[in-house]
């Protein structure tokens, strides 16, 4: 079987790499960025649990009433 596999856009090969933020500040030897949805603590125990007593459902939709 020879299937041709899908290829991006054209126009997504010319974009910029991506570049992040800066991560200096004057005075700190190694700060910590985290206006990229980071954390330097990892997810709270609360979002764990909450995270796992979703699975079963994560995959439906919310009931909107």
Do not use: W
Request: hydrophobic residues 25%; without cysteine; glycine residues 4%.
């Amino acid at each position: 079987m020879n299937q041709k596999l899908p290829q991006p856009r054209t126009s997504i090969l010319s974009l910029p790499e991506y570049v992040p933020g800066e991560r200096q500040l004057d005075g700190i030897l190694e700060p910590i960025k985290l206006s990229s949805n980071e954390s330097n603590l990892g997810p709270s125990p609360n979002s764990l649990k909450a995270y796992s007593d979703a699975l079963t459902n994560i995959h439906r939709y919310p009931d909107p009433d």
